[in-house]
Nanobody, 116 residues
Framework: QVQLVESGGGLVQAGGSLRLSCAASGSKFSINAMGWYRQAPGKQREWVVRITSGGTTNYADSVKGRFTISRDNAKNTVYLQMNSLKPEDTAVYYC??????????WGQGTQVTVSS
């Protein structure tokens, strides 16, 4: 079993920045892909960004150029640096990992609110 703990959400003005973190813990697991999703009020959860074990990244068009994903494999942690935040970025952000065995785990979610 793998547990994910997220941190770093909060309230920020438009144009500001936040950095989210997601740390994975458990026994005898390896991590393949790591990523972030978000869900705004009244909307479906949407994919934001992912990073593979080899460091390849993919971004949704809505965040490209503003968000940066990174990972620290030694710490089993993934980060999301969010710059130039917009009110439409307001959502609950969820960390998601895929283990080497193909299991999927989700974080508990962290609220990001961007005021105009």
């Amino acid at each position: 079993q793998v547990q994910l703990v997220e941190s770093g959400g909060g309230l920020v003005q438009a144009g500001g920045s936040l950095r989210l973190s997601c740390a994975a813990s458990g026994s005898k697991f390896s991590i393949n892909a790591m990523g972030w999703y978000r869900q705004a009020p009244g909307k479906q959860r949407e994919w934001v960004v992912r990073i593979t074990s080899g460091g390849t990244t993919n971004y949704a068009d809505s965040v490209k150029g503003r968000f940066t994903i990174s990972r620290d494999n030694a710490k089993n942690t993934v980060y999301l640096q969010m710059n130039s935040l917009k009110p439409e970025d307001t959502a609950v952000y969820y960390c998601r990992i895929v283990t080497g065995e193909g299991y999927v785990y989700w974080g508990q979610g962290t609220q990001v609110t961007v005021s105009s």
